[in-house]
């Protein structure tokens, strides 16, 4: 079994700053591709930003040049680093990670999400 374990949500003001952090444990051989998703209220859940393990990523159009995702394989962590907060950015984020297990099982697996909130 796998699992992801995210900190670092909370509240913060339109231009400030927030840094995610998403911690995997568990029985793991590889992690592949780790990202960060989000979903506000009343809408659906959309990807933030991607990244594989060789540092390859990708970012939703609407937080490019504002949020920076990073990971350090030694810890099975991935970050997020948000800046220029805007009052839109209000979601919970969750953390996913596709997972190899050492018994070459594959998990796609979800972080039980924490809030960010965003006040003028």
């Known amino acids: 079994q796998v699992q992801l374990v995210e900190s670092g949500g909370g509240l913060a003001q339109a231009g400030g700053s927030l840094r995610l952090s998403c911690a995997a444990s568990?029985?793991?051989?590889?992690?592949?591709?780790m990202g960060w998703y989000r979903q506000a209220p009343g809408k659906q859940r959309e990807l933030v930003a991607t990244?594989?393990?060789?540092?390859?990523?990708v970012y939703a159009d609407s937080v490019k040049g504002r949020f920076t995702i990073s990971r350090d394989n030694a810890e099975n962590t991935v970050y997020l680093q948000m800046n220029s907060l805007k009052l839109e950015d209000t979601a919970v984020f969750y953390c996913?990670?596709?997972?190899?297990?050492?018994?070459?099982?594959?998990?796609?697996?979800w972080g039980q999400g924490t809030q960010v909130t965003v006040s003028s």
């Open positions: 996913a990670a596709d997972i190899t297990s050492w018994q070459m099982r594959q998990y796609d697996v």
């Open positions: 568990g029985s793991i051989f590889r992690i592949n591709r």
């Open positions: 990244i594989t393990s060789s540092g390859n990523t």
